[in-house]
């Protein structure tokens, strides 16, 4: 029996273009962040967002009515939600920023996303990463929860969810090892790196992807405002590691402790 409409899953992914993993992070000559004139992709902790909400679809099949990717960002992004939609996402919206406005913080992008939230009206779960590797705040989960006043499980690493009972168990990474928790939908959840390994998209999905609909968005439509309310004086590279040296005895190493400053507790 196809469950009825009223029961049907709806999935939004968020999604964020930043600097490629395998990238050498540098810090552009006016120290006020990094260089951005390099490869960019998507957050890899999103990848895994999408490919949980694929993976939930391909579990629970008829009971998940949709996945829309979403992001914030210069017009450059679209190839971020292309990625996505290549994935298994069926459609996406780009709430689109001019390309040198400062990239939004958490606050900001998590407005925006209960701005869309509430818009559409039908979100039941929202997926993404617990952090991205550009400024890995892993603030945006949790804000989007509190602004909505929904359920969140941060850091999962195993999701299962009942659509009838409109029930989620999440399995979560902590320090002591992992916590389950029991959710009621509508739902937060941010990813772990364990949750999955996302796939790569192929060819023919890539072809497709082109055709899936992207609604475009400004800041404005939905009533939000990204300037930033942080600033940043200055950003620098660590100071470069010294190399080590060999002692020939104990009496040495003391006193070379000595002359660095450490002294006995």
């Known amino acids: 029996m196809r469950p009825s409409p009223a ?3 709806n999935i939004l992914v968020p999604v964020k273009r930043a600097v490629d ?57 679209i190839d ?4 996505a939609l290549a994935m298994g996402a ?5 709430v689109e920023i001019p390309e040198s406005a400062p990239s939004p913080e958490p606050l900001g992008v998590a407005k ?17 990463g617990k ?13 989007l929860a509190g602004l909505l006043g929904w359920s969140q499980a941060t850091f999962a690493s195993k999701v299962d969810i009942d659509v009838a009972s409109k029930v989620a168990t999440v399995l979560r990474e902590i320090d002591g090892g992992s916590e389950e928790l029991k959710c009621r939908l509508p739902l937060i959840i941010t990813t772990d790196l364990r949750l999955n390994e996302p796939r790569y998209a192929s060819l023919p999905n890539i072809m497709k992807a082109k055709k899936k609909p992207v609604e475009k968005l400004k800041p404005a439509d939905l009533g939000v405002d990204l300037t930033p309310i942080l600033e940043t004086l200055k950003v620098t590279e660590p100071p470069k590691r010294v190399g080590g040296s060999k002692v020939q005895s104990v009496d040495e190493l003391v006193a070379k402790l000595k002359d660095a400053g450490f002294t006995a507790v």
């Open 7 to 9: 029961r049907l899953l």
């Open 21 to 77: 993993y395998a990238v050498k992070i540098r810090v552009n000559p006016q120290q006020t962040g990094v260089d951005l004139n390099v490869k960019h992709s998507m957050n890899p902790f999103d990848e895994i967002a999408v490919e949980e909400a694929v993976r939930i679809r391909e579990r629970l099949k008829d009971e998940v009515k949709s996945i829309r990717a979403v992001t914030i960002g210069p017009p450059k992004s």
């Open 80 to 83: 971020t939600l292309r990625t």
């Open 90 to 94: 069926d459609s996406a919206i780009h």
């Open 112 to 128: 925006t996303l209960r701005a869309i939230i509430e818009k559409n009206k039908e979100i039941d779960l929202v997926i993404l």
């Open 131 to 143: 952090q991205a590797i550009d400024d890995d705040a892993g603030q945006t989960g949790q804000m």
